[in-house]
């Protein structure tokens, strides 16, 4: 692999547009547009979404056909496809930054319920979702989104952690920066 192609993925990585529109799909496809409850929740769903062949795994551990999630070859071997460990677990700690951005931009919005971060889209988010979802690019995506909020949505966020820590218990003995090899 080149080293071009590793540093084009790595601004890839870095450029929060990709992460922003992958959270725009994965709030629009929540049930009767019911807002998340927490963003630790958001983070953990995005795990899954973030990660197709985890989201496979996710599905088998549930007894559910895993080929729903529809991960394509490249997906399987990407460098994409490989999950670093961060500091709080497999959840990437700029979910702060990717939703102050969407909620400076008009399309989210978040507001306090007790001590809960409550996160939901605004008509403007939930219309420049749908014209995600249409391009052909963002179509696994949506599709994915609608999965794990149909799938895990109506867990909460300390169920999903535990799931996760379950299906994946490689994830507790790994340290900072280390890569999961699903």
């Known amino acids: 692999m080149s080293l071009r192609l590793l540093d084009a993925a790595s601004q890839v990585e870095q450029d929060p547009n990709l992460h922003m529109a992958r959270l725009l799909l994965l709030l629009n496809a929540r049930a009767n547009q019911k807002p998340v409850e927490g963003i630790m ?8 979404l973030r990660y197709p062949v985890g989201l496979e795994r996710a599905l088998r551990r ?5 080929a ?8 399987r071997f990407s460098v994409e496809s490989r999950m670093i460990r961060f500091k709080y677990g497999p959840w990437d700690g700029r979910y702060r930054q990717w939703l102050g951005l ?4 008009g399309l989210a919005s978040t507001y306090l319920q007790g001590r809960t971060v409550m996160v939901e889209l605004t ?6 979702a749908q014209q995600l979802a249409n391009l052909e ?8 989104s609608t999965l794990i909020q149909k799938r895990f949505g109506s867990m909460s966020a300390t169920q999903i952690k535990d799931f996760v820590y379950e ?5 507790v003995r790994m340290k900072w920066g280390e890569e999961i090899d699903f």
Do not use: C, Q, S, W
């Open 62 to 66: 549930i007894k559910r056909d895993a």
């Open 167 to 171: 299906t994946f218990p490689e994830l």
């Open 123 to 128: 008509p403007a988010g939930r219309n420049a």
């Open 137 to 144: 690019e963002f179509h696994d995506t949506a599709m994915r």
């Open 102 to 105: 969407l909620v400076a931009k």
């Open 41 to 48: 929740k958001l983070a953990k769903l995005d795990f899954l």
């Open 68 to 75: 729903v999630a529809n991960v394509k070859g490249y997906e």
